[in-house]
Every structure is written in structure tokens, then in C-alpha cells.
């Protein structure tokens, strides 16, 4: 089956590009992932460009994901020897391990530079991550200022921005990168229904669509404690369902409004917390061609 989303706009190119260029510049990388979706937020073109580089995934959004799963993500990279921590960058929750992570990583190499009689200098790391997962707002929380743009849409971040984080920590931060070629229409679905895909290039009632199947079967409870459906409403067929919904929260036949409330709740958690990437069942192709 042919995937029916995909975003790859000039300015994605670009960054890549800008990406690639900048690596010799930092010792580490940050690449922010979506707690909701750990494996499908890794952007594969990241890992081909910094394959030599340490690498540290942080994972925001823990809010919105199911805490068990979250759990279950770390304990996956720590036994795969990737560092990784996830935090909620609204409340600041885990913000602050992330000079406690990567200090170990690099103490060799900035311990050889001082012992060449380099003086001493900040850990340098470039921050990258899909759009909209939150990177920026990582960014602001590490240097306790609003220094990088941030907004709750794809494509905020235009241009490239060194910050201060600390005299331990300087970032370079790059605008969301997704990848040229999505390997399966669910990558594409899941990226959509988080957010990290702008809404002109995909259909709503397909996400939604999409959205409903993944939570009858995760939580079918918030369902109906939002939409205040009958166990009867969740014997409906997902189109049905859908329609069902719609009614319910009072938009009468247009679906597409209905789809669109659908898709804006899961992404604000008034649905329940949801994670659609299981580690239990990450395979090796998994991890190379998401």
C-alpha cells in the first residue's frame, strides 16, 4: 500500500543539509523525540548523518504518555546502551538530568583536550528532533529563557540559533527535520496524529480515523468518558464511531470538524494518556527504517 502522507519541503532539505555541516562543530547530540511515539519520532536521516556522534534521546511530552510504556522505553535504551531521559518540558520535570546524562559520555574526550592543554569549555550540542515535538521548549527550559522561538505548530523554528545553557552547556538549535520517505502509511498516521505533520497535507477524517482505532484498543474508557458514549456507541464501526462522535459534541453531520475536535484532544491528553509505540515490539527493521 502506497503511503499517503508526505512532507518534504525545500527548507527540510536545508536543514538537513545545515545539519550535516554543523556535526564537526558539537560533541553530542540531542535528538528530541515524542514520548507518544519513541521510535517513530527518530528521525532515521539523523542517525545515518551522526552515526559517529553520542548521542542523547530526550523524550518530551512524558505527560501525555502512558507512564508504564515510558518506563518501558527507557529501560529498552539503557539495555540497547543508549543514553536517554524523558522529561516534561512545561514543568521542567527531568530537565535538569540532562547534564548529569551526557557528562560521563564525554568526560574522555574533554579530559584528553585539557590534558593537550586545550582550556576548559563547555559541553557543545546540537539539538534536532521532528516538528513540533517540543525541542524548543527544551531549549528555553536548558537556558531558563525564552531564547528560542517556540509555538504549537510544525516549522516554527526557521533558522539556526546558538544559546547558552550554562558555563557547562552550549546548544545549537536546528529547525524540525522530517525524512524524504516514509517507510509505512502507520509511521506516517502516527506522525500526523501528534502533530508533527502540518494539516494541509493530510486528511483529517483519515487521522481521526486512525486516532480511534488506536485508542478503542489502548484505553476505551477515555473514549467514553469524553465523548459520553455507550458500550453499545463502541460496537460501532470507526466510521460510524466517528460520526457518533460528531453528534455528540454537537456538530450534527460535519465529520470533518468532528475529526479535527478527535485530533486535537488526543494531542491535548483529554482523552488519556497514549503510547503507540510498544518497545516489546520493536524489531530490527523497526529500528532502522521507521
Do not use: C
Not at 26 to 48: C, G, H, K, Y
Amino acid at each position: 500500500m502506497a503511503v499517503t502522507i508526505q512532507w518534504f519541503p525545500g527548507h527540510m532539505a536545508k536543514a538537513i543539509r545545515q545539519f550535516e555541516e554543523n556535526l564537526s562543530l558539537v560533541d553530542v547530540v540531542f535528538e528530541v523525540i515524542d514520548a507518544r511515539i519513541p521510535l517513530t519520532s527518530q528521525n532515521p536521516e539523523i542517525r545515518r548523518i551522526s552515526a559517529d556522534r553520542p548521542h542523547l534521546y530526550i523524550m518530551t511530552k512524558r505527560d501525555l504518555a502512558d507512564p508504564q510504556l515510558t518506563n518501558a522505553w527507557l529501560q529498552y535504551f539503557a539495555e540497547h546502551n543508549q543514553p536517554a531521559i524523558a522529561i516534561d518540558a512545561k514543568t521542567k520535570f527531568g530537565i535538569n538530568n540532562v547534564i548529569s546524562v551526557i557528562s560521563p559520555i564525554l568526560r574522555d574526550k574533554l579530559q584528553r583536550e585539557q590534558d593537550k592543554g586545550m582550556k576548559k569549555r563547555p559541553i557543545r550540542a546540537i539539538s534536532v528532533g521532528v516538528p513540533n515535538v517540543g525541542k524548543s521548549t527544551v531549549l528555553n527550559r536548558l537556558v531558563n529563557r525564552r531564547a528560542a522561538q517556540v509555538g504549537n505548530r510544525p516549522g516554527v523554528t526557521k533558522g539556526q540559533q546558538w544559546l547558552k545553557s550554562t558555563d557547562k552547556l552550549e546548544l545549537l538549535d536546528t529547525p524540525g527535520i522530517l525524512w524524504p520517505k516514509f517507510s509505512s502509511q502507520e509511521v506516517a498516521d502516527k506522525l500526523a496524529l501528534t502533530g508533527a505533520i502540518k494539516e494541509s497535507v493530510y486528511a483529517s477524517d483519515d487521522i481521526a480515523l486512525f486516532g480511534l482505532k488506536q485508542i478503542r484498543q489502548l484505553h476505551p474508557e477515555g473514549l467514553k468518558d469524553r465523548y459520553h458514549l455507550t458500550d453499545d456507541d463502541l460496537d460501532l464501526s470507526d466510521v460510524d464511531l466517528l460520526l457518533q462522535i460528531t453528534k455528540k459534541v454537537g456538530m450534527r453531520d460535519d465529520y470533518e470538524r468532528g475529526s479535527n475536535r478527535i485530533i486535537q484532544d488526543f494531542r491535548a491528553g483529554k482523552i488519556g494518556r497514549f503510547t503507540l509505540d510498544d518497545p516489546e515490539t520493536v524489531s530490527d527493521d523497526d529500528q532502522a527504517n521507521n
